[in-house]
């Protein structure tokens, strides 16, 4: 069974830093694309960074809103993502989930439980 | 590629035949998914590429369309279909639809 387990939220001040991991079993971790999707308090769904396997260099892409500041990064070896957030904003204050892309059809079917992020002074 | 969903909030009695809507801003050439999201826990995926069933999920849900406009059906509610329904575009990045919230009367 696919399973993710999310782990480093947190409170942080604004403009402070947080990083989140996402521990992967139960499939070929190093075959999937894996992402970051997070859902502020009552809101819907937005996709935050993902990046892309080894025979794609590692690519990654990220939502406008947390270029520069966010960074995604997998270690294959450990079956982990990271999310490391910088100089963060209220606006970043939301459930952050894990999310396995399969390398099929290129849609997340295996997400974490979430990951719990307030920005706040 | 936005994804407007509608209505936003849909109330239904259980047994009823159920239609949420999902349209592209341009066209998402079957690229669709929906996705299940009870309250507390994370989205479930129900259906891939349009109109495909994921493993383990109930018959009563379907899904149609082509170009810019899809259709998640179900074809008789149940009241564990309690549920806010997000569809989800992979043909030109990945954007989520903004949900519909479903109630049982």
């Known amino acids: 069974e696919m399973q993710l387990v999310e782990s480093g939220g947190g409170l942080v001040q604004p403009n402070g830093s947080l990083k989140l991991s996402c521990a992967a079993s139960g499939f070929t971790f190093n075959t999937y694309d894996m992402s970051w999707v997070r859902q502020s308090p009552g809101k819907g769904l937005g996709l935050v960074a993902g990046?892309?396997?080894?025979?794609?260099?590692?690519?990654?892409f990220y939502a406008d809103s947390v270029k520069g500041r966010f960074t995604i990064s997998r270690d294959d070896s450990q079956s982990m993502v990271y999310l490391q957030m910088n100089n963060m904003k209220t606006e970043d204050t939301a459930l952050y989930y894990c999310?396995?892309?399969?390398?099929?059809?290129?849609?997340?079917?295996?997400w974490g439980q979430g990951a719990s992020v307030t920005v706040s002074s | 590629i936005q994804l407007t969903q509608s209505p936003s909030l849909l109330s239904a009695s259980v047994g009823d035949r159920v239609t949420l809507s999902c349209k592209g801003s341009q066209n998402i050439n079957n690229y669709l998914a929906w996705y299940q999201q009870k309250l507390g826990e994370a989205p479930k995926l129900l259906i891939y590429k349009t109109n495909s069933l994921q493993t383990g999920i109930p018959s009563r849900f379907s899904g149609s369309g082509s170009g810019t406009d899809y259709t998640l059906t179900i074809s008789s509610l149940h009241s564990e279909d309690l549920a806010t329904y997000y569809c989800?575009?992979?043909?030109?990045?990945?954007?989520f639809g903004s949900g519909t919230k479903l109630e049982i009367k």
């Open positions: 990046i892309s396997i080894k025979s794609y260099n590692y690519a990654t």
């Open positions: 999310t396995a892309i399969n390398p099929g059809y290129y849609v997340m079917d295996a």
């Open positions: 989800y575009q992979y043909n030109n990045g990945l954007t």
